[in-house]
């Protein structure tokens, strides 16, 4: 399976790298391919190291003015030449999708790829891993949306929760 992953690019502290480390090491293990930023850096870098450290394959998708970050031991790497182009390759590659914690550029791919689920545009499981309850603000916000009736389709066809990376990876193995 082509698992694209959503996450930070920044170094950040062990109780959000522990839980992507496990989710890696999984991916790889189980003879999947990660999809992701194609950045050599955070932890992006911490992701990809786990995954061809278990035997995972590496599908890097970085933008041109990243270019310079990006990791030269990718199995592939494309070079995009605008952030949107990048996203559009990112859902293209993959058969289902992890978001990890991040900024507001992994907030903007997040919400991207839930609105286009929402309208039938994909049907690939989304799974927001919840590293030390990073996204408890964002699941209180969709629950509040489909409560409201602000969603379509039920929360529960749109986006999954998981706690760690073994329930991450059972979900989109569940799902896809």
Same mark, same amino acid.
Request: charged residues 25%; hydrophobic residues 45%.
């Given at each position: 399976?082509?698992?694209?992953?959503?996450?930070?690019?920044?170094?950040?502290?062990?109780?959000?790298?522990?839980? %992507?480390?496990?989710? $890696? !090491? &999984? #991916?790889?293990?189980?003879?999947?391919?990660? @999809?992701?930023? /194609?950045?050599?850096?955070? +932890?992006?870098?911490?992701?990809?190291?786990?995954?061809?450290?278990?035997?995972?394959?590496?599908?890097?998708?970085?933008?041109?003015?990243?270019?310079?970050?990006?990791?030269?031991?990718?199995?592939?790497?494309?070079?995009?030449?605008?952030? %949107?182009?990048?996203? $559009? !390759? &990112? #859902?293209?590659?993959?058969?289902?999708?992890? @978001?990890?914690? /991040?900024?507001?550029?992994? +907030?903007?791919?997040?919400?991207?790829?839930?609105?286009?689920?929402?309208?039938?545009?994909?049907?690939?499981?989304?799974?927001?891993?919840?590293?030390?309850?990073?996204?408890?603000?964002?699941?209180?916000?969709?629950?509040?949306?489909?409560?409201?009736?602000?969603?379509?389709?039920? #929360?529960?066809?749109?986006?999954?929760?998981?706690?760690?990376?073994?329930?991450?990876?059972? +979900?989109?193995?569940?799902?896809?």
């Amino acid at each position: 399976m082509n698992v694209c992953v959503f996450l930070s690019a920044a170094d950040l502290p062990e109780h959000y790298t522990a839980p %992507a480390r496990e989710f $890696a !090491e &999984l #991916l790889g293990k189980g003879g999947h391919t990660l @999809v992701w930023g /194609g950045s050599e850096s955070g +932890l992006m870098k911490v992701v990809a190291d786990g995954v061809r450290e278990a035997g995972g394959r590496l599908v890097g998708v970085s933008v041109e003015f990243l270019r310079a970050k990006a990791r030269a031991d990718a199995d592939e790497m494309v070079v995009t030449p605008d952030l %949107a182009t990048r996203k $559009a !390759e &990112l #859902l293209r590659r993959s058969d289902a999708i992890v @978001v990890m914690v /991040g900024g507001t550029g992994t +907030l903007d791919e997040a919400t991207e790829i839930l609105e286009l689920k929402k309208h039938g545009l994909h049907t690939k499981p989304v799974v927001l891993l919840n590293s030390a309850g990073f996204y408890d603000g964002l699941a209180e916000q969709l629950q509040r949306m489909d409560r409201e009736g602000f969603l379509p389709l039920p #929360l529960s066809d749109l986006v999954h929760f998981a706690a760690d990376g073994a329930a991450a990876l059972a +979900l989109i193995q569940e799902h896809a």
